[in-house]
């Protein structure tokens, strides 16, 4: 892992950093010392480690809850390269949002298109973050919506460190069989007039999670109109989780 710059906020330490060929972000309090639990964060499709809401929640997470928080580059997204293969897949899928109604099927090609790659990544990232003295091998958890859900599930399903996650605005295509294997407690957030993702198809993935601790959230708008006061619900989540 090479940091690459290094700036402090309002409390908050920003680091960004490679590892290998993926580009990143770590925040953490600042003049923090000794071990803290993790949250990886995943972006939404289209998005990068440093949209804005990714930083802005970031920085609640750690300045209201003391923990470490990273992000990095999807495959395909933000400071990575472009691969031919998944062009074509994007054409694909804006091609079915062009022509509207319901396009499950190639949303669910994308992720597992790039799922293959990610989840690998994520592991190797989380091992290298947690090699630092400020954060340590403590608990961990995810926190990602759309295609932060549709990558992270698959992460969450096969990493043991992750002990709670927070997903949604995602459907159940692609992922049913990965959903049975997550076990973890898990906060789902689904937009009740979602113009991206089917109403059914988000209370069939929040069905076909394993978790016995499982809880819905439901908020009215459209794909991608959280309300602010879910972050404060997410956080208060991982505070009980990962203490």
């Not at 309002?10 to 490679?18: I, K, P, R, W």
């Not at 003295?133 to 399903?157: H, I």
């Not at 992750?162 to 459907?171: F, I």
């Amino acid at each position: 892992m090479r940091f690459t710059s290094r700036t402090s906020l309002n409390g908050v330490t920003e680091q960004q950093f490679t590892l290998g060929e993926i580009p990143g972000v770590l925040w953490t309090p600042e003049d923090a010392v000794g071990a803290r639990p993790l949250i990886l964060m995943g972006h939404g499709g289209g998005q990068h480690k440093k949209t804005p809401g990714i930083v802005a929640r970031a920085h609640r997470f750690v300045t209201e809850g003391g923990f470490a928080v990273v992000a990095v580059d999807a495959p395909n997204h933000g400071d990575r390269p472009k691969s031919e293969e998944f062009a074509r897949v994007a054409a694909e899928l804006r091609a079915a949002l062009l022509a509207g109604g319901d396009n499950s099927t190639q949303l669910a090609t994308m992720h597992t298109f790039l799922a293959g790659q990610t989840v690998p990544e994520w592991q190797a990232v989380v091992t290298a973050v947690q090699e630092l003295d400020v954060v340590g091998v403590g608990p961990m958890g995810y926190w990602g919506m759309s295609m932060g859900c549709g990558l992270g599930a698959p992460f969450v399903a096969a990493e043991p460190r992750v002990r709670a996650a927070v997903l949604g605005l995602h459907g159940v295509h692609g992922l049913a069989e990965t959903a049975a294997r997550v076990t973890v407690p898990v906060r789902f957030l689904l937009q009740w007039d979602d113009d991206k993702v089917p109403r059914v198809h988000g209370l069939a993935l929040f069905d076909a999670l394993a978790s016995a601790d499982k809880t819905l959230h439901a908020n009215p708008g459209k794909h991608g109109e959280i309300p602010e006061f879910e972050t404060g619900s997410s956080l208060r989540f991982f505070t009980r989780h990962l203490g």
